[in-house]
């Protein structure tokens, strides 16, 4: 059965993370990897899961199995979160919320999902995409295909051309939605513009697959989930993936979450069990320890607040680095104007920097960024924005 396999490319990503971590120039820079990173350059486990994690290993009583939808405690936590406390949609019980492996866990089931209910359905992305949307979904055997998002001449969002694709759009597909801080681009929806696809998508008859990554790393807790809530507010149907791998900083505990929205509780419940039974095809238990440590510090209002502080510090950290990048890149040159960094969200941005550029920066600087020229601006700290900046503009210049 073997002898005759080739060998696939692996995930260009993967591959550039590689490259840096074997890379011996003391002075190298990790723009690509997608993972936060502190002031240090490195991913910290914040304080407070610590304290959760000591609570968790006081109190801990077995490490059996948790069943295919997870903790039960996790998903009321959760969809608060998401909707506030007493949203209709949690008191009318018309959703329903399964832990999941992640995000990406939480796609696939959703993808899984998709297929066993419509066969014939296809799910949008956009224009560009975290790119393991496309392997994701095409595991679960669902056609995948794009709509305009990126207006690369205005480094802005394509509105107009995406509301107008989105009108072409067959009744039945799924549209994938960024709730918020847009991977790659970190281009978001303005509210206004919120409101016209959340209209659009309802009167297509399509079903929003809402991508919820980055809550709290854009511009706070409750605004990043805005345009989620119009959306939700128009169709009756949707699927939400959650991750908790940044704004808890869990990213190999491995916690996320996929929440089925209906228009009745009947419905909701159905549907809950078929996402059940997709789970237990798949990986049958999801891990218990992240989900103990989101549970832990959701639950308890002095961790919560704890965890909304250190969140508002890592969010508040970003937004600096953007600004002092722009500053830096004004002030060497002029033959670019780099302001629509400041007006992007989260950790990445699409840069504007070219194939060439960005392949001058890593043999040159050792600067490692993704070809497309997005730069994840966590990489970015104060002790190596001065060399960075004066390695655009020289990658620029030349």
């Known amino acids: 059965m073997f002898e005759n396999v080739k060998a696939i490319p692996g995930d260009a990503l993967l591959a550039l993370m590689m490259e840096f971590k074997q890379d011996p120039t ?17 991913t910290p ?5 610590k304290k959760a994690e000591s609570l968790i290993l006081e109190n ?22 998401m909707l506030g406390e007493n949203h209709p949609l949690i008191t009318e019980k018309r959703i329903a919320t399964t832990q999941t492996p992640g995000g990406t866990g939480a796609l696939r089931v959703a993808g899984d999902l998709v297929n066993a209910l419509n066969p014939e359905a296809k799910i949008w992305v956009s224009d560009p995409t975290w790119s393991n949307h496309f392997h994701v979904f095409a595991g679960a055997g669902v056609e995948v295909r794009t709509y305009p998002y990126y207006d690369a001449q205005q480094n802005a969002l394509a509105f107009d051309n995406m509301l107008d694709a989105i009108r072409q759009m067959p009744a039945g597909d799924v549209i994938l939605l960024h709730a918020s801080c847009h991977n790659p681009t970190g281009i978001d929806p303005t509210l206004e513009q919120w409101k016209q696809i959340s209209e659009v998508v309802s009167e297509r008859g399509l079903l929003p697959l809402i991508d919820c990554a980055y809550q709290g790393f854009g511009d706070g807790l ?3 989930v805005q345009g989620l809530k119009l959306i939700l507010e128009k169709c009756p149907e949707a699927l939400i993936t959650t991750s908790c791998s940044k704004n808890f900083g869990l990213y190999n505990e491995r916690i996320g979450a996929l929440s089925i929205v209906a228009a009745q509780a009947e419905h909701c419940s159905n549907v809950f069990s078929q996402a059940c039974n997709c789970i237990r095809a798949n990986y049958s238990n999801p891990p218990a320890h992240g989900a103990a440590i989101v549970t832990t510090i959701l639950a308890d209002t002095t961790l919560r607040q704890q965890w909304e502080t250190e969140l508002a510090e890592m969010r508040t950290r970003i937004h600096r680095m953007r600004t002092e990048l722009v500053k830096n890149l004004d002030a060497l040159s002029s033959e670019r104007d780099f302001s629509f960094i400041t007006a992007q969200k989260g950790m990445f941005s699409y840069s504007g920097l070219s194939k060439s550029e960005v392949k001058y920066l890593k043999e040159k600087y050792a600067i490692y960024a993704v070809d497309s020229g997005r730069i994840n601006i966590a990489g970015i700290n104060d002790s190596n924005l001065e ?12």
């Open 387 to 398: 060399r960075l900046s004066q390695a655009i503009s020289e990658a620029i210049s030349r």
């Open 45 to 49: 486990i914040l304080p407070v899961v």
């Open 26 to 42: 003391p002075t190298k820079i990790d723009l690509g990897v997608g993972v936060y990173k502190d002031d240090a350059g490195l």
């Open 60 to 81: 801990e009583q077995s490490k059996g199995y948790i069943g295919p939808a997870g903790a039960p405690e996790l998903a009321p936590l959760l969809q608060g979160l």
């Open 222 to 224: 409750e605004e990043d």
